[in-house]
Antibody, heavy 126, light 107 residues
Framework: QITLKESGPTLVKPTQTLTLTCTFSGFSLATTEVGVGWIRQPPGKALEWLGIIYWNNDKQYSPSLKNRLTITKDTSKNQVVLTMTNMDPGDTGTYYC??????????????????WGQGTRVIVSS | IQLTQSPSSLSASVGDRVTITCRAS??????LAWYQQKPGKAPKLLIY???TLQSGVPSRFSGSGSGTDFTLTISSLQPEDFATYYC??????????FGGGTKVEIK
């Protein structure tokens, strides 16, 4: 059974750097084609994909946030860390991590986010 | 890439047939998933590859489409289906963008 859980501060001040940790079990980030993604959701708003890291350390970031984001992994600890710099009140929301396995499905090479962690709330306020 | 969902919200009754649309700003073949999210909960995968039902998801849910136009259909809305639904593009060569969501409310 795959599980993921996000952890980190609930309250951060504007301009500070946010660091969130995703601790997972039931899979390894040393396994080919596996990735862990980050997604956030402002209160009452839509999901926003932030970025993803893969088993081979390839990373992909949202174009609108790539200058502020860093995703790293510690395979031995089964953890992925999201760092977001220069936090703003507009970054308030729930942050999720999720498992992604990319595979051939017919002629398609794709992967979806499943399962997700429970999410962690982050408030940006002075 | 942008995904535009319509409508942004809808009201329906139990037993109704509900259709939600997701339009991509460029051709994404069948690289699309649908998720269901209930208040205070993480999203749950319903459909991937545009039309393949995730294991354990009721058969009243179905997906169709290819290219730029996709639909999620609930054939007979049940009380537990009142939620917000999101589409997501799954091509790893592009940003893994989500649509803006469609909230399904009780009429």
């Amino acid at each position: 059974q795959i599980t993921l859980k996000e952890s980190g501060p609930t309250l951060v001040k504007p301009t500070q750097t946010l660091t969130l940790t995703c601790t997972f079990s039931g899979f390894s980030l040393a396994t080919t084609e596996v990735g862990v993604g980050w997604i956030r959701q402002p209160p009452g708003k839509a999901l926003e994909w932030l970025g993803i890291i893969y088993w081979n350390n390839d990373k992909q970031y949202s174009p609108s946030l790539k200058n502020r984001l860093t995703i790293t992994k510690d395979t031995s600890k089964n953890q992925v860390v999201l760092t977001m710099t220069n936090m703003d009140p507009g970054d308030t929301g729930t942050y999720y991590c999720a498992h992604r396995l990319v595979q051939w499905f017919g002629a398609l090479y794709l992967g979806w986010f499943d399962p997700w962690g429970q999410g962690t709330r982050v408030i940006v306020s002075s | 890439i942008q995904l535009t969902q319509s409508p942004s919200s809808l009201s329906a009754s139990v037993g109704d047939r509900v259709t939600i649309t997701c339009r991509a700003s460029q051709d994404i073949s069948r690289y699309l998933a649908w998720y269901q999210q209930k208040p205070g909960k993480a999203p749950k995968l319903l459909i991937y590859a545009a039309s393949t039902l995730q294991s354990g998801v009721p058969s009243r849910f179905s997906g169709s489409g290819s290219g730029t136009d996709f639909t999620l259909t609930i054939s007979s809305l049940q009380p537990e289906d009142f939620a917000t639904y999101y589409c997501q593009q799954l091509n790893s060569n592009l940003a893994l963008t989500f649509g803006g969501g469609t909230k399904v409310e009780i009429k």
